[in-house]
Every structure is written in structure tokens, then in C-alpha cells.
């Protein structure tokens, strides 16, 4: 028996399994040097690769786009071209592939654009086809399972999660990748316990032998006794009744013992995010990330692909949708727009500063805001607001905004509300003018910390100090709330604090109306707000 | 042989989406089309090429084709390019 204890976690849940060893297939090249007359036939090897590639490639495609650039990149002379090259050069084909794949990735991996650099592990996820193909070996297939396992790999990519039968991965550790990796985000959307960055996994581990996994506490037991699997077996009873527990809740509206109703709502960057957590029966979306939209296209979206989205989301939560317009910069950048190198990114061009500049561009998202709250019941907020004069400037150009869709008869909600993130420390010492002018506070304390302490939040050596149980933290937030109150807006917070169990009580007595979160923090929440004099 | 210099216009610069249309509307061209960006030059068929030059917004780049049909071909790319190849 061993232990193991990771320190970063991202999912919950309590899972013992056999182990299923997700080994990479041997990809190594052969060594071997060709003569003069046997260069056609490693040029016919490659050739009849290619075409088995491009015909996999090509139905992969057609269920999920990363492939259709996969498709395009394994199709591309250079590559060929350079293989030949190589093939000539007296190298056998496996040989010649490996090293042209080596070095285009090589090329993206040294480009200064982070898009670019990413592109490097797409050229070797098709380098591996194209081998895989070229040794007549079949790559691991995820989709073959057919028991309940944890897997356990290096890593895993699309290619090796696109198969994936999530009713037999029970769990899934890996020695690399971190909680923002590809397989942790679909892991934790498909609710299956992960644990990444495992050094030295791989060699303590055998196939078949048993893991007792808790995702929550980052803990590992490998090939437990009899006392351990005990322990783990009544953790999980334990486990699974309190998430009954908690999913019965589901249906109780969040009011406190003293009768005051709470508004619990969901943070999501997308519609799909909104449907996944239809269930936990949230009040609303309290930060609509719009910036993940920007994100995932290769153009600035237009006013119609916003749009369609937008009323997606809010036609799926009637009740309130508040969406932050474009918070980029700081640690956020747009695979097509250079951004220049700053000395501080978090103090310097992003957000709202952007918007104000690009005007055309913040136009077209917030005519496709207006445009779309039509259709349920949208909120505007404006992000990183330092000065009254920002605030009213945003809120004229919205004015501006609905005097061309008057023009144009499109119909959208006259009312709609304007408001502000608190998340800089001016927008907190001016809180009762910003109160007169906003329709509603959201507070972020995830900026808010950072900006008040002067406490880098990506910095590793002073991660300790930064807290946002700080009393400069929590004075803040008592005085943002109390501003509000004042002028009878509402007060709510989208930060990674809405969502700790220790701070929800200390929430609740300073008067907090409207706490955000992801989804998966709802239940709990909803349980402390429930047990709340 | 023809040759034009066009400054490219796109917002994130010949990146995955411009490098897909400009290489596929290259491949159609029966002269053979060279990419000119600073003392570099590019076969521009190749969506792996272009994408590898990391070609910024504002880049002066030069396009020469050499072949029976070289003037049109010119033309139909110059014009794809400053039409923000479907952008």
C-alpha cells in the first residue's frame, strides 16, 4: 500500500477502481538507414500512411472541428515534401516522420504567440497518426473499455479523450498537465474525480491493481489493505448520502432562517455552460463571461454571432443573465489581436479601458446585448471601473446604442439594468457615488484582493498572502455593501469567495444579496444558506 | 514573372483561418506562387508555411507568380489578400 497527496485539486468525488494503465503505443522510429533503391518504397510506406491518416482524419472530422485542422495539417505538402526530403537523405520513413514532425513543432513551439505555441501539440498529436499508422499499430482506444476503471496516463489529449466511453472512466490521473489542462475541463464537465501532475505515477503503478481515489482531498491509495479500502468504502456511503442530500436540497429555495431569500446564481462563459447546470437549480447567471466568446474564435465575434448566443443564454435563464462585457488583458489575450508587451499587465490596457477605446468594436456587443435581451431578462456590466466618468461614458454609448435599434424598429428591453464590477479600489472608496449612478454592484473579489493587498495573484512565492479573509478585504466588502444599500441597488459577488463554505456565512451577515459561483458549488452553498439564522 | 507588395490588413494577422483560405486558393493557381516577407520567401500552398512565418497585422508582403497563367493568378490572390481572405 501507498499514499500519495496532491496539493492542486479541481473535482470532487470518491472513487476505488482497478487501475487501467493508458500506455502510449511504442512510437519510436526505427533506426535503420535505407539504400539508394529501397527510397521509392519508404516513399510509398509514407504515401499509404498519409492516406490512412487523411481517411481517419476525415470521419474524426466530421464530429468534432479540431480534427478538421488536424485534417488540413496532415494534408500539407511541406510536411510530405519534407519527409522525402529526409527519405532522400538516406532516413527510412518512420525515421524521416519523426524528425520533420520534431521540428515543425519545433517552429511553433518557439513562436512568441501563445495560439501559435499550443499549435506545436496538434502537429504532434497527428505526428503520432501518422506513426501509429506507419508501425501498423493501433493507438490505445479509450472507447474499447468495458468496466469500470480509473485511467491512468501521461496525459491525455482530444484525440485520446474523443472516444472516451464515460460511463467505464470512473476516474482519471495523469503525471502531467495541470487543472486548466484539456482533460481537466472535460473531465470536470462529464463529473468524473481527476487528479493531474502525479509525478512518478506511471512506474508505481501495474494494470488491474486497485486505487482508491478522492478527488476533493487529493489523495491516492495504491493497492490498498484491507483497513484502507474499509475507510474508503464508508467515505463514499458517506460521500454519496450527502450529495443526495444536497440534490433533494435542489428544489428548496435559498432563503435564511430569518426569511431572507438569497439569490444563488451560476457563473458560465457559454450556453453550454448554462445547460449543464440547469440542474442545480440556480436563480440565474450572475457573471456571463463574455470574453470566453472572444476567446474561442479566431475573428472579433460579430454583433450577430453575439446575438445568437446571448439569447441562447438568456432564453435559458428567464429569470436573470448578466453578462460583463469584454474583460480582456491582464492575464487574458485574443489569438488574433497583438497585444503589446506591458510591464504590468493587470494594471494596464484591458477590460472596460479597451471597450472605451475600440468603440466600434464595444458597440457591436452591446447592440447585440440589447438586441437579445428581448428575449429574457438580460443585465450590462461593466468591468474594472475606476472612474464616474467611464461609467456614465459606457452608459452612453449603450443610450447610443438603443437610439439605432429604435431607428431600425428592433425591438429589445427598454429597463434594461447597468452595472458595475467593484474590483478596483477606487470603485470601492468612491462605492456611494458609483451607487447613484449603477443599477447594481457585482463584486469580484478575485481583482479586488489582489488590487488592495498589492498581491500578485499568479505569483507562487506570495500565494500566502494572498487572502481574501484579509481585514482590508472584508472591510472593503462591508462598505461596498453598505454603499449599495444606501441607494437601494443590489449587491452581489461573482468571485471565487461566493462560492468558499467559509466565507458564505460571513457574506450573509454583512448583507450580501446575490452570491455567483460555478456550478458545482450551488449545492453547497445552498446548504449553508438554508442553516443560516 | 509578376510580382505586387500588399500590406496585410487582417486584425490577428495571417493566422490559422487566412492561412487555411490564402493556402487553398494558392493550390488552385497553376503558376508557381512565391510569398516574399521581409528576406524570406514562402511557397504559399502550404497552410504549414504561412502559418509558421507568423505574418502580423500591418506586414508588407510581396506575392510573385511565374507561369502561362501568372497575371490572373496575381490578381485573384492579390485581391483574396486585400479582401481579408474571407475575414
Same mark, same amino acid.
Given at each position: ?19 487501467? #494503465? ?16 529501397? !527510397? ?49 537523405? *538516406? ?5 524521416? /516522420? ?57 496525459? #491525455? ?9 464515460? @460511463? ?32 512518478? #505515477? ?67 462563459? *457559454? ?35 453575439? $446575438? ?57 456587443? #452591446? ?46 428591453? @427598454? ?25 447594481? $454592484? ?9 488590487? /488592495? ?6 505569483? !507562487? ?6 487572502? *481574501? ?17 444606501? =441607494? ?13 463554505? !467559509? ?5 450573509? =451577515? ?24 | ?87
Amino acid at each position: 500500500m501507498k499514499k500519495i497527496n496532491v496539493a492542486k485539486t479541481a473535482s470532487r468525488g470518491i472513487v476505488a477502481a482497478p487501475v487501467y #494503465l493508458y500506455e502510449e503505443a511504442d512510437l519510436a522510429p526505427s533506426e535503420a538507414v535505407v539504400s539508394e533503391q529501397e !527510397k521509392a518504397l519508404e516513399k510509398e510506406k509514407f504515401d499509404k500512411a498519409k492516406e490512412e491518416v487523411l481517411r481517419e482524419l476525415e470521419s474524426l472530422s466530421a464530429e468534432n472541428e479540431i480534427f478538421a485542422a488536424h485534417l488540413e495539417i496532415a494534408g500539407d505538402f511541406t510536411l510530405t515534401e519534407n519527409v522525402y526530403e529526409k527519405i532522400d537523405a *538516406s532516413m527510412n520513413a518512420q525515421k524521416a /516522420l519523426h524528425m520533420a514532425v520534431e521540428e515543425l513543432a519545433e517552429i511553433f513551439a518557439a513562436m512568441d504567440d501563445a495560439y501559435m505555441r499550443e499549435r506545436a501539440a496538434d502537429i504532434k498529436d497527428i505526428g503520432k497518426r501518422f506513426m501509429a499508422a506507419l508501425k501498423g499499430i493501433r493507438l490505445p482506444d479509450l472507447g474499447s473499455l468495458n468496466r469500470g476503471v480509473i485511467v491512468v496516463a501521461r496525459d #491525455l489529449y482530444p484525440s485520446d479523450t474523443v472516444k472516451m466511453n464515460p @460511463e467505464f472512466v470512473l476516474g482519471i490521473l495523469t503525471e502531467e498537465g495541470g487543472v486548466t489542462s484539456h482533460v481537466s475541463i472535460l473531465a470536470k464537465n462529464l463529473d468524473i474525480p481527476i487528479l493531474v501532475g502525479i509525478k512518478g #505515477l506511471l512506474t508505481e503503478l501495474t494494470d488491474g491493481v486497485i486505487v482508491c481515489m478522492d478527488a476533493d482531498l487529493g489523495e491516492v491509495v495504491i493497492d490498498p489493505d484491507e483497513d484502507e479500502q474499509n475507510k474508503y468504502q464508508e467515505k463514499k456511503v458517506a460521500y454519496e448520502a450527502r450529495r443526495k442530500h444536497l440534490i433533494a436540497l435542489r428544489k428548496t429555495e435559498p432563503v435564511t432562517k430569518s426569511g431572507r431569500r438569497i439569490s444563488l446564481c451560476i457563473n458560465a462563459g *457559454s450556453p453550454e455552460d448554462i445547460r449543464k447546470a440547469m440542474e442545480v437549480g440556480a436563480d440565474g447567471v450572475g457573471l456571463f463571461r463574455s470574453e470566453l466568446l472572444y476567446m474561442e474564435k479566431d475573428h472579433f465575434p460579430t454583433e450577430e454571432e453575439q $446575438f445568437a448566443v446571448y439569447r441562447e443564454a438568456a432564453k435559458l435563464m428567464p429569470k436573470e443573465l448578466t453578462i460583463r462585457t469584454l474583460d480582456i488583458g491582464g492575464d487574458k489575450t485574443l489569438p488574433y489581436y497583438t497585444f503589446e508587451q506591458e510591464e504590468n499587465p493587470f494594471l494596464g490596457w484591458r477590460a472596460i479601458r479597451i471597450s472605451l477605446e475600440m468603440k466600434d468594436m464595444f458597440k457591436e456587443q #452591446l447592440r447585440a446585448i440589447l438586441r437579445a435581451s428581448y428575449f429574457g431578462h438580460i443585465r450590462i456590466m461593466f468591468p474594472m471601473i475606476i472612474s464616474l466618468e467611464e461609467l456614465q461614458e459606457a452608459r452612453t454609448l449603450v443610450e447610443a446604442c438603443k437610439e439605432e435599434l429604435r431607428q431600425k424598429e428592433i425591438p429589445f428591453d @427598454e429597463k434594461i439594468e447597468m452595472g458595475m464590477m467593484v474590483e478596483t479600489p477606487a470603485s470601492v472608496i468612491l462605492a456611494e457615488k458609483f451607487a447613484k449612478e449603477a443599477d447594481f $454592484f457585482s463584486i469580484g473579489t478575485n481583482d479586488l484582493t489582489q488590487y /488592495l493587498l498589492a498581491v500578485d495573484r499568479g505569483n !507562487k512565492k506570495i500565494a500566502a498572502m494572498y487572502d *481574501s479573509f484579509h481585514p482590508a478585504v472584508l472591510a472593503a466588502i462591508r462598505h461596498i455593501i453598505e454603499a449599495g444599500h444606501k =441607494e437601494g441597488i443590489k449587491v452581489g459577488m461573482c468571485g471565487e469567495m461566493a462560492g468558499d463554505p !467559509k466565507a458564505v456565512p460571513i457574506l450573509l =451577515e454583512m448583507g450580501l444579496d446575490e452570491f455567483s459561483m460555478s456550478a458545482t458549488g450551488i449545492d453547497y452553498v445552498r446548504e449553508i444558506i438554508l442553516e443560516h439564522p | 514573372m509578376v510580382s505586387k507588395k500588399i500590406v496585410v490588413s487582417n486584425p490577428s494577422g495571417l493566422h490559422a483561418r487566412p492561412a487555411s483560405v490564402l493556402a487553398k486558393a494558392a493550390m488552385k493557381c497553376d503558376s508557381d506562387v512565391v510569398l516574399a516577407v521581409g528576406d524570406k520567401t514562402l511557397n504559399p500552398k502550404s497552410i504549414l508555411n504561412i502559418m509558421a512565418a507568423a505574418i502580423k497585422k500591418g506586414t508588407e508582403i510581396e506575392l510573385r507568380c511565374d507561369g502561362k497563367t501568372e497575371a490572373e493568378d496575381l490578381a485573384t490572390l492579390v485581391a483574396l489578400i486585400e479582401s481579408g481572405l474571407g475575414e
